[in-house]
């Protein structure tokens, strides 16, 4: 006899009280009726990204993280400052499921023939709520995986592997011919220099240890400039001289970094001008500020003439910009490319509750270099 598929589940939510209070918990929540062109998944993998840790802890100080409840349902509470009350004004007393993708295997399907045509398939998924042992996604927002491929293969297809597509893509639009990218030895950073030497794109990559730079120029990298070597700031024009990038991705967001790849991307532009101009270059220089690893506020020196920008860039927004066709064939590439351009790496595989304890929840806050962790929303659950 089949066993009927479960009609709740668990999953992790994040409550920021007006007492200034997070909470982070797993609850029981029902799952709805499928639509015709909706699947269930059963969420095998999903991992912890920068922008999931974001909605998970908002604006918390996790140094006053105390733990309470059981070890199958614990409950983490940390106290939120006073003064970073405001920027949480949006989600107060909004109790909020976490995890902007993940993948799993499809264990239900609507009545339509492109539901049916995934039922007992695996799939990646950019549903939100990934943090959840089982998850109702409609069909258009999963991608099949290849043959073979696990959840944990594909459990990160979407937010990096297309993150560094679309970077690729905005320099071509915008008609630059090369890249900057900072906190460049990350996962997102080892496949955006993947894709870049597969199309011959000349990328700099800013890093700030020196195990990091070992690691990207064992990958094949040709230009990996330490920010924490005194000679950092030469390093980097010299690189910019030598591939003429005038466009820059930043992770950190805050800081004096945006406006040291600006301030050097005039340097390199300077070398080889033919005229002196009071204005500066007239080839216009980028920066996008796509992250906020550091959480001070963004600085910098106009040194860097008048043809400039600075700006956000996100997935989401340059995802609806472009043409459907276009986005397809970027998701296609990442299914065909999956073990190898887009593969990621985990240090760790973790539960649901295992995501709430104290201990784990000190390692992956760092948002370090080898410490991205995988969760598996059914491990150790029935």
């Known amino acids: 006899m089949t066993t009927p598929n479960p009609r709740t589940g668990l999953q992790l939510r994040s409550l920021i009280m007006k007492s200034g209070e997070l909470e982070l918990s797993l609850a029981s929540v029902p799952l709805p009726e499928l639509g015709a062109d909706e699947v269930l998944v059963r969420v095998e993998a999903s991992p912890l990204n920068p922008s999931d840790l974001g909605l998970l802890f908002g604006t918390a100080d996790m140094g006053t993280a105390t733990a309470s409840g059981t070890s199958d349902r614990p409950v983490v509470t940390a106290r939120v400052p006073e003064g970073a009350m405001k920027a949480m004004a949006g989600r107060l007393d909004d109790s909020m499921p976490v995890g902007n993708e993940g993948a799993g295997v499809v264990v239900e399907a609507g009545s339509s023939a492109a539901a049916q045509a995934l039922l007992g398939k695996t799939v990646a998924a950019i549903a939100g709520a990934m943090y959840s042992q089982y998850r109702v996604v409609p069909v258009a927002q999963c991608l099949l995986l290849p043959e073979g491929a696990t959840p944990a293969d594909g459990a990160s297809s ?16 915008e008609g630059h011919t090369a890249l900057v990218h900072t906190a460049a030895a990350s996962n997102l950073g080892q496949m955006l220099n993947r894709i870049c030497m597969q199309d011959g794109i000349a990328l700099v990559n800013i890093v700030r240890k020196q195990e990091q730079t070992d690691l990207l120029k064992a990958m094949g ?36 970094l945006g406006g040291q790849i600006l301030g050097c991307m005039e340097a390199a532009l300077n070398k080889t001008a033919k005229e002196y101009s009071r204005y ?7 920066v996008y500020l796509y992250g906020g690893l550091d959480t001070r506020p963004t600085e910098f020196v106009r040194n860097f003439g008048m043809a400039w920008g600075m700006g956000g860039w996100l997935l989401f927004p340059f995802l609806q910009k472009i043409d459907p066709a276009v986005a397809q ?18 240090s760790k595989e973790i539960s649901l509750a295992e995501v709430l304890d104290l201990g784990t929840i000190a ?3 760092q948002r370090a270099t080898g410490t991205k962790y995988l969760i598996n929303p059914n491990k150790g659950l029935a």
Do not use: I
């Open 363 to 365: 390692v992956y806050n």
């Open 221 to 256: 990298a040709k230009y990996v400039c330490d920010a924490s070597a005194p000679t950092f700031l030469q390093d980097l024009t010299d690189a910019l001289v030598a591939t003429g990038a005038t466009l820059a991705f930043d992770a950190t967001g805050g800081g004096r």
């Open 158 to 173: 979407f937010v990096n592997p297309l993150t560094a597509l679309g970077m690729v893509e905005t320099m071509r639009r």
């Open 280 to 286: 500066g270059s007239t080839t216009h220089k980028q």
């Open 329 to 346: 064939a970027l998701k296609q590439r990442v299914a065909a490319e999956l073990k190898t351009t887009f593969a990621s790496h985990y």
